[in-house]
């Protein structure tokens, strides 16, 4: 069964370029991600107080848009939105090239950039998630996650080691305009998808009520199993967010990693994520996937673990290993669960509402992050670094813990709940 849904799987013409659209805007976005970063640093000299303004950036589109941008996305046709949000991404990606080759790039043109991309990403990644079970069959829909799940993946691994090497050799402008053209070629492989979309329930109605607004809130909290999801991904956000902002300090300062190092440590990540969206599909067949989400979470909390546990080894040699194992075993384990999670709610929520509980879900993994991680930079000036990696490290078990004591455990597999 498993290699005839891959077989027709890839025979889907429609799938397959709206999977290359994916693949090419997310590959873009990773190289970008370095430029627009080191365009600030390079181009601008910006201190600490302006990263941290550019942080802030990114994440407030989840707070301030998200339940907007859920209804947006099912009220209309969710392929000319993927075409709109690619098409303003690359025309606001462009305008900082253009500021930088005039003279007139400035702090404040950068932030109000990237806030309005990250807008357009929310948009984007919610209604691609939304048109996947329009375009393809519900038993095709696992297969499809582990399929883009793999091409974010080998992003991860290729898309910062391009953009650095493009930042290093042309500059950051041309980095980030090739960011541009990415997004620009995603949506010409979405114009060509052959798939004739049918308006969704409620297009005709230009009403917003408060209750259209809560409603991603209201499925996404209310069902036994989407509940805890969003609470064990809630508390991801804030202790991830909090260990992600001080991981490359911690290990350049305190575990004397070099840049080559760091770079292989981080190549492992994305390699591990890669090769779990691979067997996925090979996986989810023939084990439960209750059992399996708890267990990719569990997994990665224990390479969340190995980051401060390297500490107690400094000047040895295994501080490398078991910083490539905490990757290896992490990155693996959430890419496992996150296609499991997707495909579940592709089946298990109306489409109708599918594009407001993906931005709820969207909202619970982005804009935690940043208060864990303020949190944690008060602690770990009172108490320092190790300390506090450790409290976020234990907070980030209790994420399985949750999954454990709820229905998840025991759910057989996605298509049954």
Not at 155 to 162: C, L, T
Not at 327 to 347: C, K, M, N, T, V
Request: with cysteine; glycine share 10%.
């Amino acid at each position: 069964m498993a290699s005839t849904e891959m077989t027709s799987l890839w025979r889907h013409r429609g799938f397959l370029h709206l999977w290359g659209a994916q693949a090419t805007s997310t590959f873009g976005t990773r190289i970008g991600r370095e430029a627009i970063a080191l365009s600030a640093v390079m181009l601008l000299g910006a201190g600490p107080l302006d990263l941290a303004w550019l942080n802030l950036a990114v994440s407030l589109p989840y707070l301030i848009l998200g339940l907007a941008a859920g209804l947006l996305i099912d009220r209309v046709r969710r392929r000319p939105l993927l075409i709109a949000t690619d098409l303003l991404r690359a025309g606001l990606l462009v305008t900082i090239p253009l500021a930088a080759w005039i003279g007139d790039f400035s702090l404040a043109q950068l932030l109000i950039v990237v806030f309005l991309v990250t807008a357009c990403t929310l948009v984007f990644d919610a209604a691609h998630q939304s048109y996947v079970p329009v375009l393809i069959e519900k038993r095709w829909l696992l297969d499809a996650n582990a399929k883009q799940e793999s091409t974010s993946a080998a992003s991860e691994v290729i898309g910062p080691p391009i953009g650095g090497l493009l930042v290093q050799t042309l500059g950051a402008p041309i980095a980030i305009l090739c960011d541009a053209v990415s997004y620009v070629a995603s949506a010409l492989l979405l114009w060509r998808v052959p798939h004739k979309e049918p308006p969704p329930a409620g297009s005709g109605s230009a009403r917003v009520t408060w209750d259209d607004l809560k409603a991603g809130f209201r499925i996404v909290f209310r069902h036994r199993l989407f509940r805890p999801l969003a609470i064990a991904k809630t508390i991801r956000a804030i202790c991830g967010g909090a260990i992600g902002a001080f991981y490359v300090l911690y290990l350049f300062r305190d575990l004397k990693v070099s840049p080559a190092e760091l770079g292989i440590i981080v190549g492992c990540g994305g390699a591990a994520a890669f090769a779990a969206a691979v067997v996925t599909t090979r996986i989810a067949a023939v084990t439960p996937a209750g059992p399996g989400m708890v267990a990719g979470i569990a997994a990665a909390a224990v390479g969340h673990m190995l980051l401060p546990l390297a500490g107690l080894f400094v000047g040895t040699w295994a501080v490398i290993p078991l910083l490539m194992l905490g990757q290896l075993i992490s990155d693996f384990g959430l890419a496992y669960a996150f296609s499991l999670e997707r495909a579940l709610r592709q089946h298990h929520i109306e489409n109708a509402v599918l594009g407001r509980a993906a931005t709820v879900i969207s909202m619970c993994g982005n804009a935690p992050g940043p208060i864990g991680a303020v949190l944690a930079g008060i602690a770990a000036e009172q108490f320092g670094l190790t300390p506090v990696l450790w409290i976020c490290v234990a907070g980030y078990a209790l994420s399985p813990v949750v999954l454990l004591c709820s229905p998840i455990r025991a759910l057989p597999r996605v298509e049954a709940a």
